[in-house]
């Protein structure tokens, strides 16, 4: 029987994590949309933010850093819960292995990024995302309790009397999987833009499912932009380049190679995400060119190499040398700070549902995320969503129900082109600044295409779930930008709650 007490959808490292912290007693599916790797913690770059044995800092200082690049509309109560819980997670994923950078004493090698008045970023070189995701994978791989399905789609889930229901799809077959207790974890909603630094899972599938069950979406449209990825004109998936560049002296520079961040932030370079991208814009209408670069060749090159040795690898590869030339650069979809609102221990507003990682929204980031925040925010939150769900499992005496999936046998394939047009609207209507002028007509066109694949009758493939997911989050993105510009709109709910 595919009945386990715990299934969690995502393995990247807030999945991961969660897995690992859950009671050994409880039998435990991990679902991995794609190749087990292939997550944006992988592709975290820059670190993880701490305090840890660190006496000229303190959770304090952290905590202010935090609220500064949040605007303010952190959540206090849960940014509290971070700064002060982050070394608890740091001590336990060095303990479980990860490999921080460490100085000549021995001492732990910590950097500097935008925002943050301390170093207090953990990192392993320039691939700290890497290091964490392979660390926490190699000891859940060693957990007896818990089975990991690679390229395994989560396509539905109901709720039942006993908890949920997954359809599941792996290798053209259809399965379902039942549980007690659930956990979303399922990354960001990049892929709804043309341009993003997302990997190709991030689809935002938990959060419209999660939405289509009736939880609670706050803010998804407090969605960050990196300043500085890497601008080729050509992928879809834009190489970051971290912000531990600018932490490390590189210069911002306009379509003229002259520094411009002293007419718009006192911090320059320094400042956080959403300052920086917002100045670009602004540079960019002011310059009447897209053209900007990041620029490091002022430092010493060995130090740049061994500094960033993948970004320096990534940049070669394009034809261009980090430690000889600037490096054009521009904003690009980054991070969700909004998602499946959660309390402190990631329970969502349905019962036995749990959200952590990129696709919940605990309101530790506010408006804006403070660099390296977010893989301390998936480990804190995870461990505290397994250790609640421990708490309440050894209490826990139901047994399971099959949900009966309907699997639209003969069904055509979606109309091709849908996902094309999603991001071709969003990049549009709602890159960095709003487009006023495109948002009306954007967000009509998104309601037409999200009926279509609510209430058509389509093959239920990977293309039908990640348009889906997509045109659901795209209708709630615009929608809160559109009552915002335009006052009141009714958002038109379809729940499938399940019973």
């Known amino acids: 029987m595919n009945n386990y007490d715990v299934i969690i959808a995502g393995c990247g490292a807030a999945g991961l994590y969660g897995a690992l912290n859950l009671d050994p007693s409880l039998k435990v ?4 949309k794609r190749e087990l790797t292939l997550c944006n913690s992988s592709l975290a770059q ?8 660190s006496p000229d800092d303190s959770p304090e200082y ?18 509290d819960v971070l700064v002060n819980e982050a070394k608890i997670d740091i001590a336990r994923i060095i303990e479980l292995g990860c490999d921080f950078d460490k100085l000549p004493n021995g001492d732990y090698h910590r950097t500097l990024e935008g925002g943050h008045g301390k170093h207090r970023i953990f990192h392993h070189k320039d691939a700290t995302g890497f290091e964490i995701e392979t660390t926490l994978l190699r000891n859940v791989q060693q957990k007896e309790n818990v089975t990991i399905l690679e390229n395994a789609l989560m396509v ?17 077959e259809y399965s379902t999987f039942n549980c007690h207790y659930a956990i979303f974890a399922t990354g960001g909603i990049g892929r709804v833009y043309e341009f993003t630094t997302n990997s190709a899972i991030a689809t935002g599938d938990g959060i419209a499912i999660a939405y289509r069950m009736g939880a ?46 002293q007419n718009y932030d006192k911090r320059l370079e320094l400042a956080p995400r959403d300052v920086v991208s917002h100045s670009i814009i602004f540079e960019a209408k002011k310059t009447g060119s897209d053209e900007f670069y990041l620029d490091i ?23 261009y040398d980090m430690t000889k030339e600037p490096v054009p650069i521009f904003p690009c979809q980054h991070y969700l700070m909004g998602g499946i609102k959660v309390d402190i221990y990631s329970r969502t507003t349905i019962d036995g549902l749990y959200a952590c990682g990129e696709c919940s929204c605990t309101g530790v980031h506010g408006n804006n995320r403070l660099a390296s925040n977010s893989l301390l925010e998936a480990l804190v939150f995870s461990r505290r969503a397994a250790s609640d769900i421990s708490e309440r499992a050894k209490s826990d005496t139901r047994g399971f129900v099959d949900y009966s ?17 999603i991001r071709h609207i969003m990049q549009k209507a709602y890159f960095v600044m709003p487009d006023i002028s495109a948002l009306a007509a954007g967000y009509e066109r998104i309601i037409e295409i999200k009926q279509l694949l609510d209430n058509g009758r389509f093959k239920l493939d990977r293309d039908y779930v990640e348009a889906r997911s997509l045109a659901t989050v795209a209708f709630i993105v615009l929608g809160e930008a559109y009552q915002i510009a335009f006052g009141s709109v009714e958002l038109d709910i379809d729940y499938e709650a399940g019973f």
């Open 29 to 32: 599916l991990v679902l991995s």
């Open 46 to 53: 820059g670190g993880i933010a701490g305090v840890y044995n």
């Open 62 to 79: 952290h905590l202010h850093d935090t609220f500064i690049a949040g605007g303010y509309e952190n959540d206090p109560v849960s940014t």
């Open 156 to 172: 539905r889930v109901r709720r039942t009397k006993t908890g949920f229901s997954f359809l599941v799809l792996k290798d053209g």
């Open 216 to 261: 609670e979406i706050k803010n998804l449209s407090y969605i960050q932009f990196h300043p500085t990825a890497f601008n080729n004109r050509t992928t879809r998936e834009c190489f970051l380049i971290s912000e531990a560049v600018r932490g490390e002296g590189a210069y911002l520079k306009n379509c003229h190679l002259e520094r411009f961040m």
């Open 297 to 319: 060749s002022h430092k010493d090159p060995e130090f740049v190499r061994n500094r960033f040795p993948m970004i320096y690898k990534n940049l070669l590869e394009a034809g």
């Open 405 to 421: 999936f309907t699997l639209n046998d003969g069904a055509e394939h979606i109309p091709a082109g849908l996902r094309t047009e």
